[in-house]
């Protein structure tokens, strides 16, 4: 059985589990493409209630989580933290390592934790913060005691809004003729038009959530853009139109 059936078969026993049961259910933790897979899959589902979750509001890797009626959102779970799959992992470094997304992750699959059991990582200069699947949390905080040649110490928590608040992100204005998909991508992340397209062609740009392949798909503000290894943009605002009629609007990036 490949990857993609093997997810999709796990999809379907979460949502019989869920409606079996009554129970919230999920998958682990999913890359971007997978998720877009599961949208996919998930247009024939239509009566089924679903929502992706990731912990953080601007993350990238996300679980599914399959929605009874009594949950009408992933709302419900942030505010019954005890119901929710995901918790945060507040990783304190000593203040002599200087420590990477990389090494705290490679820390904790040395482990012997899964990647798909590890969320989005939040680094800071003084540690980070990791979603994790609830599961695995207090195996983590009883064994991760270095990161590196740093020492560390671990907490779990439901809280993911300090490091929200800690995230990073700059803003740029950009131009463009139109809000065709290329030309958006190619301002945002500073492209040319030609690699954009061919990006675009190539399945590897996704706009919320889902892999696109049409240059010339319209693209609406509010848009999240995400090219695998290149970071995510938000559109922000509308901007307005110049004088030369270009269409100028603020991003986001990460």
């Not at 949208?39 to 990731?54: A, N, P, S, T």
């Not at 798909?116 to 195996?139: L, W």
């Not at 800690?166 to 492209?191: H, I, P, Q, W």
């Amino acid at each position: 059985m490949t990857d993609n059936k093997l997810l999709m078969a796990r999809i379907d026993d979460c949502i019989s589990s869920c409606d079996e049961n009554y129970v919230i259910t999920n998958t682990n933790f999913l890359d971007i493409y997978q998720q877009s897979d599961v949208i996919e899959y998930m247009k024939k589902k239509k009566d089924v209630r679903y929502e992706f979750y990731g912990g953080f509001e601007e993350c990238e890797r996300k679980t599914v989580l399959f929605l009874p009626d009594y949950a009408e959102n992933a709302d419900y779970v942030r505010e019954n933290t005890d119901l929710s799959p995901i918790v945060a992992l507040e990783i304190k470094k000593d203040n002599f390592s200087s420590l990477s997304h990389r090494d705290y992750l490679g820390a904790v699959m040395g482990l012997g934790i899964k990647r798909e059991a590890v969320g989005d990582i939040f680094v800071t200069e003084h540690g980070c913060t990791m979603a994790v699947i609830r599961s695995v949390a207090p195996y983590i905080k009883e064994n991760l005691s270095s990161v590196g040649r740093g020492s560390v110490t671990v907490e779990i928590s439901d809280n993911f809004s300090d490091a929200e608040n800690n995230s990073s992100f700059e803003t740029k204005r950009c131009y463009v003729s139109s809000m065709r998909l290329d030309g958006v991508v190619s301002a945002a992340f500073s492209l040319s038009r030609n690699s954009a397209a061919e990006l675009i062609r190539r399945g590897e740009v996704l706009m919320n959530g889902v892999v696109m392949s049409k240059p010339d798909v319209k693209v609406p503000f509010g848009a999240k853009l995400v090219i695998h290894g290149s970071g995510k943009v938000i559109i922000d605002e509308d901007a307005g139109v110049t004088k030369k009629g270009r269409q100028a609007f603020i991003i986001k990036k990460y």
